[in-house]
């Protein structure tokens, strides 16, 4: 069967609740997914420790400009998106139907005016250019194949230097030993910060309602400029 976009095939909304913290009540949101293995636009269990990690930080999102990478269902933009946060969606350019999926998961949760723009990692484009002041940028399971790790890291580079105070918050499925971004990191001047997932009560099988976690070994990173004292 020929497949001319992702409207031709099913979606089912997956609802996420995250409990409530200090200073906000739970949060439910929900997430349209495609059920087309075409197009694997499915809420990962990395997208979920992020988004818990976006939640126990929401004083830190208020009022802040965020841009998420590779957002494919947007859950960790959504999240941040309700914790007050100025959010951008991106994904890549040559993948319309996951820029529609993206503006699919800020209607399905009353977010009509958050921006969707095409970018493609490691590519310096116009509008990666012409992008407003950044304050956090995020990417879940965005190092996910070995051969776009580098420019991921260039694309997260350009960024921090254009937004020096910035951070980039990302997650990531370990799925093999041999694979290490330490070299890039060091190439790109970089550097990393590694978040204990029980600092922000990730450390569990079932987040937010879902069992998605499991038992997938999932690490949250800070990634920020390296300075000449770092």
């Not at 126990?56 to 009022?63: M, P, Q, V, W």
Request: proline share 6%; aromatic share 8%; charged share 20%.
């Amino acid at each position: 069967m020929d497949h001319s976009g992702a409207e031709t095939a099913s979606i089912a909304h997956r609802v996420f609740t995250f409990e409530e913290n200090n200073t906000l009540p739970s949060l439910t949101v929900s997430i349209p997914e495609v059920l087309d293995p075409q197009y694997g636009m499915y809420v990962w269990p990395c997208a979920v420790v992020l988004a818990q990690y976006l939640w126990t930080h929401a004083e830190e999102l208020r009022n802040k400009t965020v841009l998420e990478l590779g957002a494919g269902v947007s859950l960790p933009g959504v999240v941040a998106a309700k914790c007050g946060a100025k959010v951008i969606l991106s994904d890549s350019a040559e993948l319309p139907h996951c820029l529609e999926n993206c503006r699919r998961s800020c209607e399905a949760n009353r977010l009509p005016d958050v921006p969707v723009l095409g970018l493609t990692w490691g590519e310096i484009s116009p509008d990666l250019v012409l992008l407003p002041a950044l304050d956090i940028i995020l990417g879940s399971d965005v190092f996910y194949e070995p051969e776009d790790f580098e420019n991921v890291i260039v694309t997260a580079a350009f960024l921090l230097r254009k937004n020096p105070k910035a951070q980039f918050w990302t997650t990531y499925q370990e799925r093999s030993a041999d694979w290490s971004i330490e070299a890039l990191l060091h190439k790109w001047k970089v550097r990393c910060v590694h978040v204990p997932l029980e600092v922000f009560n990730a450390n569990r099988a079932h987040l937010a309602g879902s069992a998605l976690p499991g038992n997938h070994t999932v690490q949250m990173m800070v990634i920020t400029l390296r300075t000449e004292d770092s």
